[in-house]
């Protein structure tokens, strides 16, 4: 069975700091990754997949298959960065998503 | 982006009594929707994967019986709460992926359920 570990339910950090959320998996195939953001009062959406290693909004995230590390982050963090972040993740070939608890990041000014 | 709606975003139900939930896709056909359930400061649980035409696949724990899932078609996907009781009172979520597209899943806005 796959599981989505996010270890920190909040991150709060100044405007200008460097952000890294946390994302753990346990999968014994080939996962794809994803991060999703769910900013305030609105739907969850997609923020990046680890398959298309682009970086949106300024956020990165690699997928460190030693590690089992999918870890977000940004090298500047931005008041409009905060919300909720989740982790998850899809199981080769499957449908589902396995999502994280989630992190929430709080960007201070 | 494609677009997942929800309805409706908030009810409030007597126990006992059923509840339906409506999830759509609005600009592209999902021949597989999903749906959530979320607790409070709590992740998204995977409930049942609906497939259009065919029975839903419950997740384990999952009560078929109580959790109506119908999916009639490509673009309609329903959730019946049936004989709700307090603890049934959650937010539920959907999710719907584009038939002829990639893997990416788009949410609807989720609908909050309380049962008095």
């Known amino acids: 069975a796959q599981r989505v570990t996010q270890p920190e339910k909040l991150l709060s950090v100044f405007k200008g700091a460097p952000v890294e959320l946390k994302c753990n998996y346990s999968y014994s195939g080939s996962p794809e990754l994803f991060w999703y953001v769910q900013y305030s009062r609105q739907r969850l959406q997609l923020l990046l997949r680890?398959?298309s290693r682009e970086s949106i909004k300024g956020f990165t995230a690699d997928l460190n298959k030693g590690e089992t590390s999918f870890h977000l982050k940004k090298p500047f963090a931005q008041e409009e960065d905060s919300a909720m972040y989740y982790c998850a993740l899809k199981a080769g070939g499957g449908n589902k998503l396995t999502f994280g608890t989630g992190t929430q990041l709080k960007v201070e000014l | 982006g494609a677009v997942v709606s929800q309805h409706p975003s908030r009810v409030i139900c007597k126990s006992g009594t059923s509840v339906k939930i409506e999830c759509r896709s609005l600009d592209f056909q999902a021949t597989t929707m999903f749906w959530y359930r979320q607790f409070p400061k709590q992740s998204l649980m995977l409930m049942a994967t609906s497939n259009e035409g065919s029975k839903a696949t419950y997740e384990q724990g999952v009560e078929k019986d109580k959790f109506l899932i119908n999916h009639a078609s490509l673009t309609l996907s329903t959730l019946t709460v049936t004989s709700a009781h307090p603890e049934d009172s959650s937010f539920y979520i959907c999710?719907?992926?584009?038939?002829?597209?990639?893997?990416?899943?788009?949410f609807g806005q989720g609908t909050r359920l309380t049962v008095v």
């Open positions: 680890h398959i």
């Open positions: 999710s719907a992926r584009d038939s002829g597209g990639d893997t990416e899943a788009f």
